[in-house]
């Protein structure tokens, strides 16, 4: 099984601010990487998908990059409603998840 | 667009089988493009796929989970299912039914159903 690790686990950053969220893979899964937003009470949306493919409606401040072992999920200048839990996913063989990075405000 | 609704029983007792259906809207369960799953989350924590069902009724199973879990599809209701047997309390979590993306099973979920907490409890 593929294991994937995100970090850090609590990512406080101000609004307006840069955050970059990482999340590592245990062995290669190429661009088959996906990033989603869970906001409390609700299930995940899906915002990137082949490593930096943004999912229909998302905005452009989101952005995915990476390849291999090593990913990251960049907001560009953080609004109020993007302090979530950010997971990646990775579906090369079968499905693994990440445990997650909060995002929360400073 | 795609909606996708979960829903049975909330509260299952220990060792007894966990029983839930997804109803498909908006879109054809029987499209030969897309895969349908079922992921769930215990509290506080993070996100496990559970397993997927083609609508020709193909299953792929999690290794971790395959002995207690059985999907199977009715297109003329436009449903899957989901059955684990032998629940315990670990079992406990929103439980949610999603869309595999693209064309197989090895693939990204969208959209996603809004979740149902099944608590495992006597």
């Known amino acids: 099984e593929i294991v994937m690790t995100q970090s850090p686990a609590t990512l406080s950053v101000s609004p307006g601010e840069r955050a970059t969220l990482s999340c590592r893979a245990s062995q290669s899964v190429g661009s088959n990487l996906a990033w989603y937003q869970q906001k409390p009470g609700q299930a995940p949306r899906l915002l990137i998908y082949?490593?930096?493919t943004r999912a229909t409606g998302i905005p452009a401040r989101f952005s995915g990059s990476g390849s291999g072992t090593e990913f990251t999920l960049t907001i560009s200048s953080l609004q109020s409603e993007d302090f979530a839990v950010y997971y990646c996913?990775?579906?090369?063989?079968?499905?693994?998840f990440g445990q997650g990075t909060r995002l929360e405000i400073k | 667009q795609l909606q996708l609704q979960e829903s049975g029983p909330g509260l299952v007792k220990p060792s007894e089988t966990l029983s839930l259906t997804c109803t498909v809207s908006g879109g054809s369960i029987s499209s030969t493009v897309y895969y349908w799953g079922w992921l769930r989350q215990p509290p506080g924590k993070g996100l496990e796929w559970i397993g997927t069902?083609?609508?020709?009724?193909?299953?792929y199973y999690n290794p971790s989970l395959k002995s207690r879990v059985s999907i199977s599809v009715d297109t003329s209701k436009s449903q899957f299912s989901l059955k684990l047997s032998s629940v315990t309390a670990a079992d406990t979590a929103v439980y949610y039914c999603a869309r595999h993306s693209a064309g197989t099973v090895l693939a990204y979920f969208d959209p996603w159903g809004q979740g149902t907490l099944v608590t495992v409890s006597s």
């Open positions: 996913q990775h579906y090369i063989n079968w499905i693994t």
């Open positions: 082949g490593a930096s």
């Open positions: 069902v083609y609508y020709s009724g193909g299953t």
